[in-house]
């Protein structure tokens, strides 16, 4: 089996909200890179033995007394490092040189022109000027700035307002950029990154979706051998593909249990048992539970009862079902890149949590299985690509997301069955809709959430005294912030009258036009 982790890229952390933005475009490029936190153990990074190491954007001043540094022995591994923004600048300050903060911030598109022909920009360029200088587009965001190189290093690049706005250190192969490659309003930017990767850190592109998956079939044969293992299968994205893989890896051996908990989307559960059962041949066992589900939540209304509730029943449920199948030794999870940064920073202390997510994953330590989880190094974007190589629907995958605890979370208050059927209907017109009107890829998160308030309304001479539907649409990209999407108000006109006129118990329906911050995605 070929290493495709064989060369690779440490990123360090300084908490920029694009962190993640310069690991999966390193990863698009074809190169293996995992993110550290700033203050991880330096014994990590020796043993990672990384071939570069990028030191990434943050919020911090460099110039105050606390702020964040660079572990110092990314200067003694002898490695190219390439610093982002405050990344940049911490290292200028270390190596020497200093920073302050700029005459005037720049937010926003600038044009900076490249200096000194250096390995990491020669050739890349939008447009040369009359006296023959490289031009690029790129984004800053930046308050502080380096002032004064550190001994050895040169000026790679320069704008009017920020004079050193790259450094290179060309016998050490270190560069720092104030502006921001990883993002695609920098226009050039994946190929300073490709450069920087390929070039100077001399990986080869053996990350490829091809040889991840020949890779990952192999590692779960080796690991699960000829025993018997277990998946919750959701029909999500994450879990749906580690079933594919499972699949393929150890075909028959893999029993999988969807757990129907009434709280799904309309059809959702034939979809599923279709999609797996009959077209892929998969071993799934569906469990009906809808009225245990509907059960344990009858009588709590507070969101975050209701989502451990859910997570609780939701353990029972599967619990049963993997009692009645004899010498099971493994549980696959379909945790994922992303949750393992996140769970990394939840333990270091530096993410709040503000809902507790519940996912098909969290089952509790007593159950004595060994755990296989295979897209734990991956991000989102390839776990769809796998999952497309597999020959899982795309619809199925490029799926907006949906809540493990389901519409529990989307009917404020206490969930009723009688709630529920009228929030499916509602919510699959809204689909229907946007589907027949294409606007559903144009938002990447949409749904209806149930009001059980009640508002007087009138249709022919009758009065009607009925609940309320709300329908949510967002942008965003990393759904820890988002803006309403503005969708066109025939169309929301059209798919109101629709809700009203279809499903006899709404009387009224609103568009929610709350931002995130302070609001959030879901209603609870
Ligand atoms: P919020 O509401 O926190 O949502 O702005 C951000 C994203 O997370 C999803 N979400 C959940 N997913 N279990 C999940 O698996 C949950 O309890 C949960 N709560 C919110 C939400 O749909 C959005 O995509």
Redesign the pocket.
């Known amino acids: 089996m070929t290493n495709i982790q064989q060369n690779k890229i440490l990123i360090i952390d300084f908490g920029s909200q694009y962190t993640q933005l310069i690991a999966r475009r390193v990863r698009e490029i074809g190169v293996y890179c995992e993110l550290v936190p700033y203050d991880v153990n330096p014994y990590f990074i020796e043993k990672f033995n990384p071939s570069g190491i990028i030191l990434s954007g943050g919020p911090d001043t460099v110039n105050q007394n606390d702020s964040a540094r660079a572990p110092n022995i990314v200067f003694d591994l002898k490695v190219p490092i390439l610093g982002i923004c405050y990344g940049m600048q911490t290292m200028a300050v270390q190596l020497g040189g200093e920073a302050k903060s700029s005459k005037k911030a720049e937010f926003g598109f600038a044009q900076i022109r490249a200096r000194n022909h250096s390995n990491l920009l020669t050739d890349i360029s939008d447009e040369i000027n009359s006296q023959g200088h490289g031009l690029l587009d790129v984004w800053m965001s930046h308050g502080i700035e380096v002032t004064k190189l550190p001994k050895d290093f040169e000026l790679i690049a320069s704008t009017d307002s920020c004079p050193i706005a790259g450094f290179a250190n060309s016998k050490k192969n270190y560069f720092g950029l104030q502006f921001h490659p990883e993002v695609t309003h920098t226009k050039k930017g994946i190929q300073i990154l490709e450069r920087f990767v390929t070039t100077i850190c001399q990986c080869g592109k053996s990350w490829t979706t091809k040889n991840i998956i020949d890779n990952l079939l192999e590692k779960i044969k080796s690991q699960v051998g000829d025993k018997k293992i277990l998946l919750g299968l959701s029909g999500g994205v994450d879990s749906s593909v580690v079933a594919m893989l499972l699949h393929q890896s150890i075909g028959d051996q893999l029993t999988c249990v969807f757990v129907d908990n009434g709280l799904l989307r309309l059809n959702e559960g034939d979809e599923v048992m279709k999609t797996f059962s009959q077209n892929l041949g998969v071993k799934v066992i569906r469990a009906d539970a809808q009225e245990y589900f509907y059960d344990q939540l009858s009588d709590e209304a507070d969101p975050e009862l209701k989502?451990k509730i859910i997570g609780g029943a939701f353990i029972e449920i599967f619990n049963q079902e993997a009692q009645k199948i004899k010498d099971i030794k493994f549980l696959a999870q379909g945790t994922i890149y992303p949750d393992v940064i996140e769970s990394a920073g939840a333990a270091s202390g530096k993410a709040k949590v503000?809902?507790?997510?519940?996912?098909v994953g969290g089952l509790p330590d007593n159950m004595q299985f060994e755990l296989v989880e295979p897209l734990k190094e991956l991000f989102k974007d390839e776990v769809r690509e796998i999952g497309v190589k597999l020959g899982l629907p795309k619809k199925m995958l490029y799926r907006?997301?949906?809540?493990?605890?389901g519409l529990g979370?989307r009917i404020l208050g206490q969930v009723k069955k009688e709630y529920t059927d009228i929030l499916r209907r509602a919510d699959h017109i809204f689909m229907e809709e946007l589907n027949n009107q294409g606007l559903y890829e144009k938002v990447d998160?949409a749904?209806a959430v149930f009001l059980p308030v009640k508002s007087v309304g009138v249709t022919g001479d009758e009065r009607r005294y009925d609940f309320v539907i709300a329908l949510r649409a967002v942008e965003t990209v990393d759904?820890?912030t988002?803006r309403w999407a503005r969708l066109p108000y025939d169309f929301l006109d059209h798919v109101s009258n629709r809700i009203m006129n279809e499903i006899s118990r709404v009387s009224r329906v609103v568009y929610d036009i709350s931002g995130?911050p302070p609001?959030?995605?879901?209603?609870e």
Do not use: C, D, L, Y
């Not at 503000?354 to 996912?359: A, E, Q, R, Y």
């Not at 907006?400 to 605890?405: L, S, V």
């Open positions: 989502r503000i809902k507790s997510h519940h996912n907006h997301p949906f809540p493990g605890p979370v998160q749904f759904f820890m988002a995130k609001s959030t995605i879901e209603w």
